[in-house]
């Protein structure tokens, strides 16, 4: 295997750690606010993996704010009884980006449990997709094929491209900001090119879905190579 994925792939298994270790201490709290949330997940990775750096902001949106895409930056929100949110961290494990993503409901209501699922489901169709055709596929294919699920399965799609280059932090520096580093409708490059060091380049997948006559939205993100 490829050094740098394997070491993407490690990264990712410790950020799934930290995900399960959320849940399970309870942070995802009504009344608490998102900023709260936040801080409680930051003390969290500190403590068992010593995790001070992320590469990106680290985002927690609740009810409404479910609607917005990374770019923006809504409100505090206070997560409500029966409110939907999701969480967006990406720390760095020894130099190595990890970019994981995820959607929670509190209480039991059937369309935001959907919402949840259907994400989820969406991000595995998503991936068989592009591992289907990997040496040809564009990044302009892939967003399309993601958009069109959004609406197959109810939804709208929530953001103007559907992932991105990581790697060895940091990676925006490395890689640019420029279009062809994203899942991107206009971006026709295909995803298997080289860097421009000749270096295998690592995407990451996301799938935002949302409603905004119900004011919800769901996301799922991890490494889709």
């Not at 900023?35 to 949106?61: P, S």
């Not at 970019?99 to 209501?109: E, K, L, Q």
């Not at 059937?110 to 592009?130: C, Q």
């Not at 990997?134 to 559907?162: D, P, R, V």
């Given at each position: 295997?490829?050094?740098?994925?394997?070491?993407?792939?490690e990264?990712?298994?410790?950020?799934?750690?930290?995900?399960?270790?959320?849940?399970?201490?309870g942070?995802?709290?009504?009344?608490?606010?998102?900023?709260?949330?936040?801080?409680?997940?930051?003390?969290?990775?500190?403590?068992?993996?010593?995790?001070?750096?992320?590469?990106?902001?680290?985002?927690?949106?609740?009810?409404?704010?479910?609607?917005?895409?990374?770019?923006?930056?809504?409100?505090?929100?206070?997560?409500?009884?029966?409110?939907?949110?999701?969480?967006?961290?990406?720390?760095?494990?020894?130099?190595?980006?990890?970019?994981f993503?995820?959607?929670?409901?509190?209480?039991?209501?059937?369309?935001?449990?959907?919402?949840?699922?259907?994400?989820?489901?969406?991000?595995?169709?998503?991936?068989?997709?592009?591992?289907?055709?990997?040496?040809?596929?564009?990044?302009?294919?892939?967003?399309?094929?993601?958009?069109?699920?959004?609406?197959?399965?109810?939804?709208?799609?929530?953001?103007?491209?559907?992932?991105?280059?990581?790697?060895?932090?940091?990676?925006?520096?490395?890689?640019?900001?420029?279009?062809?580093?994203?899942?991107?409708?206009?971006?026709?490059?295909?995803?298997?090119?080289?860097?421009?060091?000749?270096?295998?380049?690592?995407?990451?997948?996301?799938?935002?879905?949302?409603?905004?006559?119900?004011?919800?939205?769901?996301?799922?993100?991890?490494?889709?190579?």
């Amino acid at each position: 295997m490829n050094q740098s994925k394997k070491q993407l792939i490690e990264a990712e298994k410790k950020a799934a750690k930290l995900f399960e270790e959320i849940e399970s201490n309870g942070l995802l709290a009504s009344g608490r606010t998102e900023k709260e949330i936040n801080t409680a997940i930051f003390a969290l990775a500190f403590e068992l993996f010593g995790i001070e750096k992320y590469w990106h902001k680290r985002i927690v949106r609740a009810g409404k704010n479910t609607l917005k895409p990374y770019d923006e930056n809504p409100e505090n929100l206070t997560l409500q009884p029966g409110d939907i949110l999701f969480i967006d961290f990406g720390p760095i494990f020894e130099d190595w980006e990890a970019d994981f993503g995820r959607t929670y409901v509190i209480g039991s209501n059937e369309k935001k449990l959907k919402l949840k699922a259907d994400v989820e489901h969406a991000w595995y169709e998503g991936k068989a997709f592009y591992q289907a055709r990997k040496e040809t596929i564009t990044a302009s294919e892939l967003f399309h094929f993601t958009k069109t699920m959004a609406q197959q399965y109810g939804w709208t799609f929530g953001n103007h491209h559907c992932g991105h280059l990581i790697g060895n932090f940091p990676h925006e520096i490395i890689q640019g900001e420029e279009l062809a580093n994203y899942i991107h409708a206009d971006n026709t490059l295909k995803m298997s090119d080289k860097d421009r060091n000749n270096d295998d380049r690592f995407w990451i997948y996301e799938v935002h879905f949302i409603d905004e006559a119900l004011q919800i939205g769901g996301f799922f993100e991890q490494l889709a190579d």
